[in-house]
């Protein structure tokens, strides 16, 4: 199956993708996503999350979203030959993305100011755990360790029992979004600004540092330190989630004090909304036992459907907690194509997640899954000017 040009507002731009697992090639994803030419760079091996996770037959499906709308190729950088086919790449190269321990790409002879010799206009993005300096640069550093060092394990879970990891990659997935917009703050000081190449340095352990909000302001400022509240806040209530009389769940948050009126008031307690306690979301927050009580009580009564639609003809804000399978089928998904149908050359007919977001005039689009190990490297390559004999000694020498 041939890639079909790049279309969308970053065609054009031309990112090499050095990095594994999560964080950096879900950058390059959504960079691909928006029509910038995404070159894969493999060790001949594979990325590992080729092999992680589910798989239909011989194929990773997180391989499948991660490698989507990217053109893979295989080189070995330990390899002085593999290191000197990266700088031929490097020389067409508007972004390199990589994610290996700080002082590997410098062992290599591919540190920045050997890429920017070739490529004085080349933006390099360091997506590692700890970023490139400091006591704790050396570690390994994946986004378990983030969601742990960050706070957010720590304030997550339920009063009395343990800090609680998110089932997925949480930390590696805001940190590749931050590499994507630090990326594009790059290319808009070079190209808009005069500017030049340069190096971004990102630490998973930051980004989501900022998206636990004024915690360490609080703690700054007034000594506080958040602890574990289950799905409740000290900020707030009612918020929670509530199980209805079908034995399905929803959410509902009240977060400022006309909502939590309308709230109340639905479910057949307006004496609270008098109280002079009420009229602030930690006064609500002090009685929030009480509040919950009564906002459960009136949900159990009620299956899912009914309590929604009183709830939210109400005004309040409320929805369904959701698996997978309801995501699927959810109208309003299905109303902003939150999920793209795709022919994949391996798989067939597959579903997957859309692009981020929609642009009306320079729209992006998944125009394909990941592909095949060394899939374009006759393509990439020649590119650059390298023949099929010259590609066959390479192969041989276990370069490529």
Known sequence: MEVKASVGPLAGVRVLDLSTVIAGPMAAMLLADFGADVIKVEHPTGDPIRGNGPRKGDH???????????????????????????????????????????????????GYPQLSAVNARLVMVRVTGFGQFGPYSSRAGFGTLAEAMSGFAGITGERDGPPTLPPFGLAD?????????????????????????????????????????????????????????????????????????????IALSATTTSVAERVMRTVGHPEV?????????????????????????????????????????????????????????????????????????????????????????????????GRRLGQDNQAVFGEVGLGPEHLAELKEQGVI
């Open 60 to 110: 990773g499906l997180m391989w499948k979203l991660l490698g989507r709308n990217k053109r893979t190729v295989t080189i070995d950088l330990s390899k002085e030959a593999g290191q000197e086919l990266l700088l031929r790449l490097v020389e067409r190269a508007d972004v390199l993305v990589e994610n290996f321990r700080p002082g590997v790409m410098e062992r290599w002879n591919l």
């Open 173 to 249: 997935g805001i940190a590749a979004i931050t590499a994507a917009y630090a990326t594009m703050a790059a290319l808009y000081h070079r190209d808009a600004r005069g500017g030049g190449g340069q190096v971004v340095d990102l630490a998973i352990i930051e980004p989501i540092l900022t998206v636990i909000g004024a915690q360490p302001l609080i703690y700054d400022q007034l000594g506080e330190v958040q602890e574990r509240f289950g799905n409740r806040t000290r900020n707030n209530s009612p918020r929670n989630t509530y199980r209805t009389a079908d034995g399905r769940w």
């Open 273 to 369: 909304v008098g109280e002079t306690w009420f009229r602030t979301g930690r006064g609500r927050a002090t009685h929030g036992d009480e509040l919950e009580a009564m906002v459960a009580e009136w949900i159990g009564a009620r299956s899912e459907r009914e309590a929604i639609d009183e709830l939210a003809a109400a005004g309040a804000a409320v929805a369904p907690v959701y698996d997978v399978r309801d995501v699927m089928a959810d109208p309003q998904y299905q109303a902003l194509g939150s999920i793209t149908n795709l022919l994949d050359e391996d798989l067939g007919p597959i579903r997957m997640q859309n692009v981020l977001f929609r642009m009306s005039a320079t729209p992006g689009r998944v125009r394909h899954a």
